[in-house]
């Protein structure tokens, strides 16, 4: 980061080719032996290095069996693939047309100033990388800022210090990406049983899920990561941490009752059924974690 902090080597890097080689085929093997495709073993090898090395993608495509040109075909096609070293952190910062008129361009600027970079470019620390994207899908709630893969809204230049110093800080979170503790749960209404999955605005890379909020007389929309074990939400208005949450179904307009009170702070929790059988259950105060998951 600009400011001063030191370069630090990034472990995760192999120090030759032969070793990112034969990670590279050991990556690819394994993952293609569960049935998963070249996009899992890409995201496989980009977690271990960061990144995509030439020297992986080649053996990635012997490996497979494909040629090299489709390989880096995927490996171009998605905007979360790079083929360049990357920041220990990445900052994308929302510039399409609904977060600029909100005042995007001085949320970048106040990146770049902070970190000392353009954007596209990555701290001498290597500890940021920052990029733009050009719609993050949560047009209303912009600008849209997201940091390893978690969504902040609303963002000011305010706000920029402090998400750089959480994000140093690790978020005091769990990986979303790495714990197997974190998986992806499809919910429905306890009461009409529509789902509650939005397709439209993903977070944590899955669809959100959509419910209806109302507290201190407000009433708004929320987005809940469907990672059992994330806790990143977007939130419209803002919920201030502690606030108490009435949760509703967007389609039936019924309570999403739970069953009794958070064992840790007594807010009532909040219900949702899971496809496949059994019950979620989140507590409906912001900020707290208490979260159950009965299975059925
Ligand atoms: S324009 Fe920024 S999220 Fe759509």
Known sequence: MAGGSTLQSDERIPENEDAISAQAQEITEKVRATG?????????IQLRYGYLPEKALRTVAETAGKSLVDVYGVATFYRSFSLEPRGKHLVCACVGTACHVRGAP????????????????????????L?????????A??????????????VGKSRVRQLLDDALAGFGEIDVRKDPRVFPVEVSCPCCNHSLMDESAGIDGHPSIRVTVS??????????????????I?????????????????????????????????????????????????CSRRGCKNHMLDLV
């Open 141 to 154: 709630l912009g600008p849209i800022v997201v940091i390893d893969g978690r969504y902040f809204s609303k």
């Open 106 to 129: 001085m949320v970048v600027e106040e990146f770049e100033r902070q970190l000392g970079i353009p954007r596209g470019e990555t701290t001498a620390d290597k500890e940021f990388t």
């Open 36 to 44: 998963d495709g070249l996009i899992s073993v890409l995201e496989e």
């Open 234 to 282: 977007l939130a419209e208005p803002d919920i201030p941490e502690g606030t108490v949450v009435g949760f509703f179904c967007p389609h039936c307009h019924a309570t999403l009752s739970g069953f009794g009170e958070c064992p840790t702070c007594r807010a009532p929790m909040v219900a949702m059924i899971v496809r496949g059988g059994g019950m979620v259950q989140v």
């Open 131 to 139: 990029e733009t994207a050009n719609c993050l899908g949560a047009c």
């Open 215 to 232: 507290f201190d007389r407000k009433h708004g929309s929320l987005r809940l990561s469907s990672l059992y074990g994330s806790y990143n």
